[in-house]
């Protein structure tokens, strides 16, 4: 089927529409654009030059796909597209460089910001006025709850979650010219509030308690908290207030979201391949843990 276009828009000839494309009201697509088939994009959207849209993708309204950086000459990002895979769900509001490559089944929340050079995996959410701050490596499965900040040069792995308010910093003197980005390893979980200080490593299996300001590397199942935040337990110890049982880590008893959803983690865990398991950097498990 061919595209169906809304009133008002300003489409290139140079740019590529797939089959079954819906495009709203008062849009734009710039040269060399590529939106693939069924993909629906709302009203008042700007689709710059060069920006891959994958099939069965959402574009909600009011957002800007492929934005020059600030202050730079409208030519400054050529050559740099902003690239997203398929399934993808883009609320309302949200703004996303030139420059970055994301994954596929990726999803935001209203009013997103992601800055260049940010590369983001597959099945990767980002919640609302949430504001990735450009140069930054998100892996695969990982949920950002709303209004989290993660400076430039932050290494987020895959199968992190992290929760409401959370600041990953980047600056150890500031203002100055040399950031060191903050490193989450796989499975870990920062709780709600935290901030993590220029060059910290939140390593597998930890958890960062609410409110934490954490200046020291985190240990494998580690929980840490307060300010400055301390060790105060092992996570294999925390059980559910609710139940009673265990909960961490958190992979064996929750499963939503995640690519073991329905059959269990270690049954997920022995059918993958050799290459996923590096593609996931979670080689460091080899059995079920305590």
């Keep these: ?100 490559r994301i994954g596929t089944h990726f999803q935001t929340g209203h009013r997103v910001t992601i800055r260049e050079g940010t590369e983001i995996g597959n099945y990767s959410s980002i919640g609302t006025l949430s504001d990735i701050q450009g140069k930054c490596t998100i892996g695969h499965y990982v949920r950002f709850h709303s209004n989290v900040h993660i ?38 979980i920062i709780a709600t509030s935290a901030t993590i200080l220029p060059g910290v490593s939140i390593y597998p299996d930890s958890l960062v308690a609410a409110g934490a300001t954490v200046a020291k590397d ?14 105060i337990g092992d996570v294999r110890d925390i059980t559910s207030h ?6 961490y880590p958190w992979r064996y008893y929750f499963d939503r979201y995640m690519p073991w959803e329905g059959v269990g983690f270690d049954a997920w865990y022995a059918g993958i391949s050799d290459d996923e398991n590096r593609k996931f950097g979670i080689a460091f498990i080899n059995r079920r843990d305590p």
């Design 151 to 188: 400076g430039q040069k932050s290494v987020v792995d895959s199968f992190v979650w992290i929760f409401p308010y959370v600041v990953l910093t980047n600056d150890p003197a500031p203002p100055s010219e040399h950031l060191q980005g903050v490193h989450v390893h796989p499975f870990a």
């Design 218 to 231: 985190v240990e494998q199942y580690s929980v840490v908290g307060g300010v400055p935040a301390r060790v």
């Design 1 to 100: 089927m061919n595209p169906k276009i809304g009133q008002y828009c300003v489409i290139s000839d140079h740019a590529t529409l797939g089959a079954n494309v819906t495009v709203g009201h008062h849009c734009v697509i710039e040269d060399d654009a590529a939106i693939g088939d069924n993909t629906y994009i709302d009203s008042h959207t700007v689709i710059r030059s060069g920006v891959s849209v994958g099939k069965d993708s959402f574009i909600g309204a009011g957002c800007i796909l492929g934005e020059r950086g600030l202050g730079h000459s409208v030519n400054k990002n050529e050559g740099q597209p902003l690239s997203v895979g398929e399934n993808a769900l883009i609320r309302s509001g949200s703004i996303l460089y030139a420059g970055s």
């Design 242 to 247: 609710i139940t009673g049982e265990k909960v």
